[in-house]
């Protein structure tokens, strides 16, 4: 139980569809992050947020829009997305931005 | 500029035996961190390790060992003893401050197989 949870775990979605990934998570933190995992290829950071503002926007494609509502809630929302743009998408939260990071279990995206 | 280099792709032993998995960093700052995280087939990151660059102690936890030496930026993972369920791949990471944001740069990760 690390604590971050990510919804859905799967997810296969067409070029033209829109949806959103979330994050929670239960541990008080401050930071949290979306990282992309694709196979062969490092863990990439996409975006960090630190009290709900984002503070890191690693040169990300604008069909992934990030959203912070709050400190707990973390959103990734998706459109005319690309069958390159599969992936794990990670979810980490740390108490402040360069700490440790715990990681949620990761949405398996498939764009078909 | 950051980099974090795991030049060992993929290593396989047969379980008893010590593993190292290497990692060597670049950093242009004084004030970072080092991390090692696990992988195992689930799919879900596993912290192992953080480490300030002030602290060059060698860390033992159980049969994790861990060897920082910042004369030659590496921080190495060793594996006492293997068994099957460390099989997973382990990635070395680096978290340093730039700009007034941070930076958490990742390598590509070593693959490691314990055999039974």
Redesign the interface.
Known sequence: E?GVTQTPRHLVMGMTNKKSLKCEQHLGHNAM?WYKQSAK???E?MF?YSLEER??NNSVPSRFSPECPNSSHLFLHLHTLQPEDSA?Y?C?SSQR??????????T?LTVT | AQKVTQAQTEISVVEKEDVTLDCVYETRDTTYYLFWYKQPPSGELVFLIRRNSFDEQNEISGRYSWNFQKSTSSFNFTITASQVVDSAVYFCALSEEFSGTYKYIFGTGTRLKVLA
């Open positions: 690390t992050y290829k490092p863990l950071l960090v503070v890191e794990l990670l980490a931005v360069g700490g440790r990071e715990y990681f949620g279990p990761g398996r």
